[in-house]
């Protein structure tokens, strides 16, 4: 517990972040708006995926550099029940 730290401000959450992994409301403006935003704070060897089911992970990169874009991807977690 004491290696976890919370903060609602999404610029300092990411600072020091390797990897970051979105899940918010399927809707490209939204998740481009903060991926935009995002892209500015996080340090750049950081990895942005984006938990989408529907949308273009490219489409949702786009509001990124072009460098960030190389390390951009789709990470979809879903849970099966048997």
């Known amino acids: 517990m004491e290696n ?14 390797d990897l970051i992994i979105e899940a918010i409301i399927e809707s490209i403006k939204i998740k481009r708006d903060f991926f935009g935003f995002l892209d500015g704070k996080a340090n750049a060897r950081c990895i942005f ?8 992970i490219r489409d949702i990169a786009e ?6 874009q190389t390390r951009f ?5 879903f849970n099966r029940e048997f």
């Open 49 to 56: 995926a984006s938990n989408t089911s529907s949308l273009s």
């Open 63 to 68: 509001a990124c550099s072009a460098e960030r």
């Open 73 to 77: 991807g789709g990470l979809h977690f």
């Open 4 to 17: 976890i730290k919370t903060t609602t401000d999404a610029g300092e959450a990411v600072s020091s972040a």
